[in-house]
């Protein structure tokens, strides 16, 4: 009779270890689920200059680079990473701008929350929210410019691409993930080679993002 409670005990106590480890099991794989994907708010700071490198510019844009200057500032939702590739001529130059949730803000958004507010109109998802009104003027900038001509939307780039078209050059902006980029140039070339070359800088720093 004693050896028999014995066993049963032992059984109960065996099942519960069992348990005890497979509970720690399915918590260590949601620890390491989670530091695996860190949220817009806690990953860290982006170079732009990091994304092309001035050889890669120099080739796309067939003008020497003299020059690269790098820049970033923060609103408290967004930091905004910019870098210049001066060119000769200047009006070869190219500049690169990364948009992403402010690292360091406790009242930080997701820039792709703020895309779909921006460009959302022409998928036919009107999003308005009060404030950005300054950051919306600079990404309809082109749009203004052209007497209200629409950033053309493209495809198979990032999750998602527009471009806008003005006097002085054009714009192309990519969406990835948490973060979109804008890449402009100028220059006496044609819309459409402005374009292709934005979008060969663009391949290139969306594979370092």
């Given at each position: 009779m004693i050896a028999v409670f014995f066993a049963s005990t032992s059984r109960r106590l065996a099942i519960v270890i069992s348990l005890g480890f497979l509970a720690a099991f399915v918590s260590c794989q949601k620890s390491k689920t989670t530091a695996a994907s860190p949220s817009p708010q806690n990953r860290s700071k982006i170079d732009a200059c990091s994304l092309i490198s001035s050889a890669e510019v120099q080739s796309i844009q067939d003008s020497p680079v003299k020059d690269v200057k790098g820049s970033d500032h923060s609103d408290g939702s967004f930091r905004v990473a910019q870098c210049l590739y001066s060119a000769e001529p200047f009006n070869k130059s190219v500049s690169v701008a990364v948009t992403q949730s402010d690292p360091g803000s406790p009242q930080a958004r997701n820039p792709k929350d703020f895309w779909k507010e921006t460009f959302?109109?022409?998928?036919?998802?009107?999003?308005?929210?009060?404030?950005?009104?300054?950051?919306k003027q600079s990404l309809e900038e082109a749009e203004e410019h052209e007497g209200g001509q629409p950033p053309k939307k493209i495809e198979g780039l990032g999750d998602e691409a527009f471009w806008t078209a003005n006097r002085m050059g054009g714009a192309l902006y990519v969406l990835k993930n948490n973060v979109y980029i804008r890449i402009s140039v100028g220059g006496p070339d044609s819309e459409e080679s402005k374009l292709n070359h934005c979008k060969a800088l663009a391949e290139k720093a969306l594979s370092r993002l």
């Open positions: 959302g109109r022409y998928e036919g998802e009107v999003k308005e929210e009060e404030g950005d009104k300054e950051k």
